[in-house]
């Protein structure tokens, strides 16, 4: 007996091509197409709308994923590897952890804000780890000069600071 809630996708017959639409209870349809060396299956809203497609093309799969929320709750690590990330969000921005924060570059890291900028802590430590891998850690390092700045005063010797301490 068959179910009426659940089309089956139509094959196509000829080159190993499956290409069909299906309707869901909600509206949405799922349709799959194979063309041009790129395979795809797309998840569309009663209305039309894209919700998820997955698209297998020769230099690897793509997800593209629309919605109101999307949620992702793992037990363990959530890892994301990519060549460039970037987050564009039309509200606000929170990170909170249970634990420590890391944020490491191999570049500059650069913070820039339209208002002002807060940092709350017990205590704020500034240029105080290792700094063996920094260009003014490395042995002969003078800092460049900046114009319209005073030259750079040079490294203290014998544990005298150059201040006049009365």
Do not use: F
């Given at each position: 007996m068959?179910d009426?809630?659940?089309?089956?996708?139509?094959?196509?017959?000829?080159?190993?091509?499956?290409?069909?639409?299906?309707?869901?209870?909600?509206?949405?349809?799922?349709?799959?197409?194979?063309?041009?060396?790129?395979?795809?299956i797309?998840?569309?809203?009663?209305?039309?709308?894209?919700?998820?497609?997955?698209?297998?093309?020769?230099?690897?799969?793509?997800?593209?994923?629309?919605?109101v929320?999307?949620?992702i709750?793992?037990?363990?690590?959530?890892?994301?590897?990519?060549?460039?990330f970037?987050?564009?969000?039309?509200?606000?921005?929170?990170?909170?952890?249970?634990?420590?924060?890391?944020?490491?570059a191999k570049?500059?890291?650069?913070?820039?804000?339209?208002?002002?900028a807060?940092?709350d802590?017990?205590?704020?430590?500034?240029?105080?780890?290792d700094r063996?891998?920094?260009?003014d850690?490395?042995?002969g390092?003078?800092?460049?000069?900046?114009?319209?700045?005073?030259?750079?005063?040079?490294?203290?010797?014998?544990?005298?600071?150059?201040?006049?301490?009365?």
């Open positions: 068959s009426p809630t659940h089309q089956h996708l139509p094959v196509k017959s000829g080159a190993n091509t499956l290409a069909g639409v299906a309707q869901l209870p909600s509206g949405r349809t799922v349709a799959t197409s194979a063309e041009g060396g790129r395979e795809q797309e998840i569309r809203s009663a209305t039309g709308d894209l919700e998820l497609r997955i698209a297998l093309t020769p230099e690897g799969p793509v997800l593209q994923l629309r919605g929320r999307l949620e709750d793992s037990t363990d690590t959530v890892s994301l590897r990519c060549k460039d970037e987050v564009a969000a039309t509200d606000s921005i929170r990170m909170s952890a249970a634990k420590d924060v890391l944020l490491g570049g500059e890291l650069r913070v820039k804000t339209g208002g002002q807060h940092v802590s017990e205590m704020i430590h500034l240029n105080s780890g063996a891998d920094y260009p850690g490395q042995p390092w003078v800092p460049p000069t900046m114009p319209g700045l005073p030259e750079p005063m040079p490294p203290a010797t014998g544990g005298d600071c150059g201040h006049d301490h009365h």
